[in-house]
Structure formats: C-alpha cells, structure tokens
RNA sequence: GGGUCGUUAGCUCAGCCGGUAGAGCAGUUGGCUUUUAACCAAUUGGUCGAGCGUUCGAAUCGCUCACGACCCA
C-alpha cells in the first residue's frame, strides 16, 4: 500500500512524456493553451461517402471542395518538404497532405514537425486524391488544437494487452477499431429494443435503482446506507416489483432498459452490474411476448449480421427458421435418454434420476426444483438454435402465474441461445394471496439459509391488492444480446468499463 | 474456491538447458515535395510484476504474493 493512496499519486514519468511536457512547455510559451476555437465542419465518414467514387481527374477538373477537418493524429509520414498524417474522427479516418511552402515561413520545420502521433489537430484545405487514389486533404491551414502527453500504443498492432483495454479503455478505443465497432453496435442494439417496444406501444420508465426491500429476482444484492434517513438501501437486483407497481397504476406497457447489480463472483458471462430490459404488457399472455422476443430477435440478426445465420464462436446459430419450443420436461427427455417421464412425476424418482445424471440436489429441493436443476445441468447448454423452454415449475418461479390446468408450473418461459439463457419471461402473478404464500415460502427459505430467497414485499402485496390486470412480462439480457451479436466471448468485451480489482 | 498459462523499453514481442538484456514500432538527430505499417542513416531508452530463497552468479531455477487470461466448481 503506498503512502500516496488517497493523496496525489506519484507522477508516472518516462523520457517519452517529459520529451512531450517540453514541447508542451514550448508551446505554451507562444501562447497555446488548449484553444476551443477551432470548428470542424466535415466528418472523415461524411467525406469518404461523398467522394471516394470521384476518380482523381473528375475531382481536379471540378470546383475544389473546401473541407475543413479534425482529429487525433495516428500516422503521419513525413518525406522532407511535403507529408502525409492520418487524422482519425468518431467514425473513420482522413489522409491530409502538408507542404512546407504553403504554411506559414517557418510553421512547417518549428511546429509541424515537432508535433506527435496522438496530437489532436484541425486542419482546412481542399480535396484531392493521391496517385494511388486515395482521398485526402490538400492542407492549407493546419493547428494543433489539442497536445497529447502520452505515447499511444504501437501504430500496427494497437493494443494487445486485455488488462490495459478494460482498465483504460478509451487507450482501446482509440486504437482498436475492433472495440469501437464493438460499442457502436452495442449502441444500435439498444437503441433498436427501445424503438420496436415504442413500436408496440410501450412507455419507457425509470424506477428506483435503490431499494429499500431488494426484489423481482433471487440474487444477492449490494448493500449501501442512506446517512440523512439513516437507513440501509439495497442496489436494486431488478426493476420487476416496480414496473408491476406502475401496471396496477394503470401504465398498461412499460418498459425499463435498466442497470441492475448483483452481489456475486465475476465470470465470463457475469459483471456485478449489467444492463437488460424488462417491459410489462397488461391483458397480453407470455405466448405473445415469446412472439415479440422471436420478432425483436430476428430484426436484430438482421440488423447486426445481415443474416439470419449468426456466428458465434466459430458455431453458427440459426435464426431464420421458428425459433423451437420445448417444455422443460421435454427437453430434459430430449437430452437424457436414459430418462422416462414418469421419473419426473414424483419428488422420490426425481432424486434418484438426478443421481443417476449425476446431478447434485439439496435435501430441501421440492420436485421443482430437482427437475429445474436437472435441466439446467444436462440440457442448458445444448440449446445452440434459439430456443423457448416453457412449463416452468411454481417451485422455481415466485413471481408467475400458475398455470390453469396444471399448478404445479407456471405459465413461464426462458430464450436459450448457444447455451445461454438470454431472455425470462411469463404470465404474472396477480393474484395477491397466492403471491403473499410465494412470498412467505421464500422467506421460510431463507431462514433455512438461502440467501438468495427473497424478501417479504408488504407495499407489493398492497399494490397487487388493489387489483393488477392480467400481464406478462418479460426481461432480456442486453449484455449477452450484446455478446452474441458481435461475436465477443466474454461480457468484459462488450462493456465500456467492466468492473477490475483495483491495481496495487 | 481449484487448476493451467501469462506479467521483459511508452507499445508489440524475442531471450528462459543460469554467465550483467535484444528486435520492430514510438522518441531524438540528419536526409527525402504523392506517402500510406512510407523509406534511408545514426541514436536514446530497462528495479525483466513484487518479495524471499538456491547459487560464485538469477529475466532464466524454487517458494510466496499481486494483477490478468483461460478452464473447472
């Protein structure tokens, strides 16, 4: 632990950066001081669209297109009198071409030169193409407007290293077009959510990420203090109970693209903080919203692939086809063959089945919740295509309706694609006895020691008291959509900041 | 939590049967007016993740720790 932990940090010098600080201090000297001056007027994308099709004649007979032109400076070739730098924008990047004669006596050896790779810099000119053809800026003002301190990474193999992408991502961003590729289909992948819910009807909301009871999920929560009030709060686990509340008030579709946090252990697949959406449709079955999720999922192979086939991890999943639908008995019979459904009737030959399958079960598990591990442990992870899992058991499902004709499950289904489970939705529960029992059988469980068994919710049994029209809801993991849609093995690669332990 | 692998210059990587650390890029100096990972010449730069141990001698072998990656629970 060094000294300086809450103090100003050591300065982290090398030769490189104190070169750069001097030449700061030169220009300092002559008056720069990070000028907010300077306005851009092109895009490095906007210009590529409109004239990488005119041939070098065509643009040299025509009527010079003035540009005017920023960004960070990422390769820069200078051959004597004359050069060549690479000016890189939000989306793409623009060659321009400097000469010593056409800048001011002297700006061209005493500035010019001296700038660096990473310098962010404006510059105005006209068009032109290069004898090899490539579109760039005839320079004939150039400033700097912005001095960078730190090298960058190496200008061909950017940067490799995954502790230094995730910890200092915007290094990443800059030089790996990879990662920003990354995040801006991330960006229009949520966008489209929002947009097609708006296109169904939907509200979009915004519900307390502070709970005072954490609910809506089992999951243990982060725990934090209100000091005025001097009470503890909880990070919201999901925004389910709230948006139900918003139901009964009479917002019959909701939605919420939310933040929800999770006191657990990090893995490829799991960040103490992620992101889904979970909408809320009144008098709307959860065969509807399996409708909607196959409609929403098939627009956004579309949008995202071009195809209906997805890649993934050197597999590829199908999205063209109906997407399947299993009951999860079904597909437990499906993926063990060595199964008979009567063995899933009775809690005693559930056990042994799942002895058998080599499945570990608690003493206390129901026959639910035997038969949900089963599934999870043996059939999960072959659901590759897109798949429905429906018939959920009551057991397992605190927050969903019974099924009418059979009690024991409830009218609930899970997405599974590649193995992963990306979406989880059903009937909702509206009938507040029945949902006060859930709750208090949740509350048994953790006296027993689950510690992930929920709360007892007295205002969200009041507020199902007054009456909440038949719904179904639905939640989607937008990281994981994320992940599957660009290809990224791991949720680190599809969040901006994911969470690290902190460097010594 | 367990296992495997990694951590060397600002970046990307060599070096690992022990003998005082190398390359390319970036930087510096010089040359070059259509280059494009520009090129040519010269040159600076390292507590080899941290600590302990073995040894005459450790980037290299052993142990502990930190951080990360992958696999498993």
Redesign the pocket.
């Known amino acids: 632990m060094s000294e300086t932990q809450n103090n100003v940090p050591e300065v982290d010098e090398?030769?490189?950066i104190a070169?750069r600080r001097a030449k700061l201090k030169a220009l300092r000297d002559i008056g720069h001081s990070y000028p907010n001056t300077f306005r851009r007027e092109d895009s490095s994308a906007d210009l590529h669209a409109k004239y990488d099709e005119m041939s070098k004649e065509e643009l040299e007979a025509a009527e010079p297109v003035r540009v005017k032109v920023a960004g960070r400076m990422m390769?820069r070739?200078?051959?004597?009198?004359?050069s060549?730098a690479t000016l890189q924008d939000h989306e793409g990047r623009i060659?321009v071409?400097v000469?010593?004669?056409e800048l001011p006596e002297g700006f061209y050896n005493t500035q010019f030169k001296?700038w660096?790779?990473g310098d962010i810099v404006g510059a105005e000119g006209y068009l032109?193409k290069?004898?090899?053809?490539?579109l760039?800026v005839h320079v004939e003002n150039i400033e700097l407007i912005t001095k960078s301190i730190r090298?960058l990474?190496?200008?061909?193999?950017g940067?490799?290293?995954?502790?230094?992408k995730?910890r200092q991502r915007y290094v990443d961003l800059i030089v790996n077009e990879e990662s920003r590729d990354t995040f801006i289909m991330r960006s229009k992948i949520v966008q489209h959510v929002r947009n097609f819910l708006i296109g169904k009807g939907f509200m979009e909301v915004e519900t307390p990420m502070m709970h005072v009871i954490p609910g809506g999920a089992t999951a243990k929560p982060f725990n934090t203090h209100h000091n005025a009030l001097d009470m503890p709060l909880y990070l919201r686990i999901a925004p389910e109970l709230y948006l139900k509340r918003l139901v009964v008030g009479g917002f019959e579709k909701v939605f919420e693209i939310n933040r929800s946090f999770r006191n657990e252990?990090l893995?490829?697949r799991h960040n103490p903080e992620f992101t889904m959406v979970e909408f809320y449709s009144a008098y709307t079955d959860y065969h509807q919203l399996m409708d909607y999720t196959e409609e929403l999922l098939k627009e956004l192979a579309e949008l995202t692939v071009g195809s209906t086939q997805v890649p993934y991890q050197g597999q590829v999943f199908d999205f063209g086809k109906p997407f399947a639908r299993l009951t999860m008995k079904e597909a437990i019979l499906k993926y063990n063959p060595s199964a008979k459904a009567e063995q899933l009737d009775d809690l005693e030959s559930a056990r042994e089945l799942a002895k058998s399958l080599n499945v570990h079960v608690e003493e206390s598990y129901g026959l639910g919740k035997v038969m949900t591990e089963i599934f999870e442990e043996t059939a999960e992870e072959k659901l590759m295509d897109p798949t429905f899992i429906t018939e959920y058991p009551a057991e397992v499902s605190p927050l969903a309706r019974r099924n009418d004709e059979n009690p024991f499950i409830t009218d609930r289904f899970e997405l599974f694609i590649g193995g992963r489970e990306l979406a989880n939705g059903f009937n909702e529960l509206n009938d507040a006895e029945d949902q006060a029992e859930r709750f208090k059988a949740q509350v048994e469980a953790k006296d027993a020691g689950d510690d992930e068994a929920m709360h007892y919710d007295e205002d969200y049994i009041t507020a199902l008291e007054h009456g909440m029209p038949p719904t179904a809801g639905e939640g989607i993991g937008i990281d994981r959509l994320v992940m599957l849609f660009t290809d990224k093995?791991?949720i680190?690669d599809v969040l901006l900041f994911p969470h690290?332990?902190p460097?010594?």
Do not use: C
Request: glycine fraction near 6%.
């Open positions: 090398n030769k490189i070169e390769l070739r200078i051959m004597g009198k004359a060549f060659q071409y000469t010593r004669d001296k660096d790779l032109f290069t004898n090899t053809g490539e760039s090298p990474p190496d200008k061909f193999h940067l490799q290293d995954q502790e230094v995730y252990g893995s490829t093995p791991t680190r690290m332990r460097v010594q």
